[in-house]
T-cell receptor, first 111, second 117 residues
Framework: GQQVMQIPQYQHVQEGEDFTTYCNSS?????IQWYKQRPGGHPVFLIQ?????EVKKQKRLTFQFGEAKKNSSLHITATQTTDVGTYFC???????????FGAGTILRVKS | DTEVTQTPKHLVMGMTNKKSLKCEQH?????MYWYKQKAKKPPELMFV???????INESVPSRFSPECPNSSLLNLHLHALQPEDSALYLC????????????????FGDGTRLSIL
């Protein structure tokens, strides 16, 4: 089936270090959304990228959508303990009708 | 705080029981979703309702029966579930389903944590 591959599966960082998670698809994506799920919580929408090469920033978070609309990344600068959780990318394929989630990256931050 | 309300928060049921999960949103959203999420896994889509009509059923077993009584409410009726159905069941809503770049973000409820004995 249609898949969005996400790596890494886990990332443990020291507080203050940077963090990046990557999503990749073999097919063109219509758009890509990013969600954060805190431990014991529910997914919370962070951002949506639609245009080829788009870059959006939210404070310490930078989101990118690849030129070919087949990949995306989320970069967190100077992680804090409040950043812990699972980050999911989720995308609609170019002619798809449902949101497909990546496997998620679990971020742990050591203080 | 979430604008999508799910009840109950926890549910333990036997394999012969019948129960229902409820979801409510008052954001005027016209698309509503049921997802199943196992531990350390992403949400898996089960059903999509658009303008109160079922538009996607991801080949979900008939022991799960969705219902959309009106634009604000979404139910999931459960009957004769199996132990492997134990999971977090998430409801979500979006403004509408949109197309292409007009897709809308989904707002999730806190979920119902379901355990099947």
């Amino acid at each position: 089936g249609q898949q969005v591959m996400q790596i890494p599966q886990y990332q443990h960082v020291q507080e203050g270090e940077d963090f990046t998670t990557y999503c990749n698809s073999s097919t063109t994506l219509s758009n890509i959304q990013w969600y954060k799920q805190r431990p014991g919580g529910h997914p919370v929408f962070l951002i949506q990228l639609v245009k080829s090469g788009e870059v959006k920033k939210q404070k310490r978070l930078t989101f990118q959508f690849g030129e070919a609309k087949k990949n995306s990344s989320l970069h967190i600068t100077a992680t804090q303990t409040t950043d812990v959780g699972t980050y999911f990318c989720a995308a609609y394929m170019e002619y798809g009708n449902k949101l497909v989630f990546g496997a998620g990256t679990i971020l742990r931050v050591k203080s | 705080d979430t604008e999508v309300t799910q009840t109950p928060k926890h549910l333990v049921m036997g394999m012969t029981n019948k129960k229902s999960l409820k979801c409510e949103q008052h954001m005027g959203h016209r698309a509503m979703y049921w997802y199943k999420q196992k531990a350390k896994k992403p949400p898996e889509l089960m059903f999509v309702y658009s303008y109160e009509k079922l538009s996607i059923n991801e080949s979900v077993p008939s022991r799960f029966s969705p219902e959309c009584p009106n634009s604000s409410l979404l139910n999931l009726h459960l009957h004769a579930l199996q132990p492997e159905d134990s999971a977090l069941y998430l409801c979500a809503s979006s403004q509408d389903r949109g197309t292409g770049g007009g897709r809308q973000p989904q707002h999730f409820g806190d979920g119902t944590r379901l355990s099947i004995l």
